[in-house]
């Protein structure tokens, strides 16, 4: 049986952002936030965690090509 697991891909990092501070470009899969699985969650549930708190520390497992990178 085929399950489908959509995918959540950073579509753009602000320039000066947290984001870039720490690492994350256009176009990484996002795997996990925090220790979540990403196709356990909504999109809006995601982003939720982005902005309901914009100073909170998120952990972020993302793939970059062939790389899995854990961001803190």
Known sequence: MYEFSP??????VRSNSLA???GIRKGDLILKVNSTK???MTL?????KFYTNPYSNLKLTVKRGE????FN
Not at 7 to 12: D, G, L, M, R, T
Not at 67 to 70: G, V
């Open 7 to 12: 995918n959540v891909i950073v579509s753009e």
């Open 67 to 70: 790389s899995t990178l854990n």
């Open 38 to 40: 990403s196709r356990n």
């Open 44 to 48: 809006q549930s995601i982003n939720k």
């Open 20 to 22: 870039e501070i720490a």
